[in-house]
């Protein structure tokens, strides 16, 4: 089964990006106990003063997906959107390498 | 010291992605030996069929400096030149997280 790769730009609203990026971290740390959720790193942008990337790779499309209805998952998105102006994802296809 | 972060956009000639794959894939697993290098992660674009993804996580932006002066880097980047038609590169800072 392939794994599932993505990386999240999540822009904040203007003077946002410190809260949002708690709250992704928290979530972070709460998917440490997700087996299935293989990396999930907050970065800042190194170009946009506002934005958040998160890379993230999960062991199945289904298994990300079942993720967004666990209940830590929805409460950190409801104190999440309140601080975000916009999101755009690049999908990508996990084949190897260090780390995975 | 700042980590340093980057999803690198290699997009192949057309139906060179593959043998591009394999020598990124090798460069990857060469990078196993540099403890500098946290993370080296080969992709597939999502989007675009003759694009790969490399998502990077190194201890400092010197010691990914000083990794493209080693010579299987120089030598692997030797033989991908022919193969690539393109290069973007998002930079990112690391901040934290599951896999890191």
Known sequence: MNKYGAYVK???KPGKREPL?????????????????????VNQSGQDPD??????IWSSAE?????????????AIARAMPLIA???????????????
Chains 1, 2 share one sequence.
């Open 21 to 41: 990026t708690d709250i992704m971290l928290e979530a972070a740390a709460a998917l440490q106990a997700l087996p299935e959720c293989e990396i999930y790193i």
């Open 10 to 12: 999540f822009t904040a």
């Open 86 to 100: 916009g999101v755009e994802s690049i999908p990508v296809l996990p084949l190897g390498g260090k780390g995975l």
């Open 51 to 56: 934005a958040i990337w998160v890379t993230e």
């Open 63 to 75: 298994a990300h997906q079942a993720s967004l209805s666990e209940p830590a998952t929805k409460e």
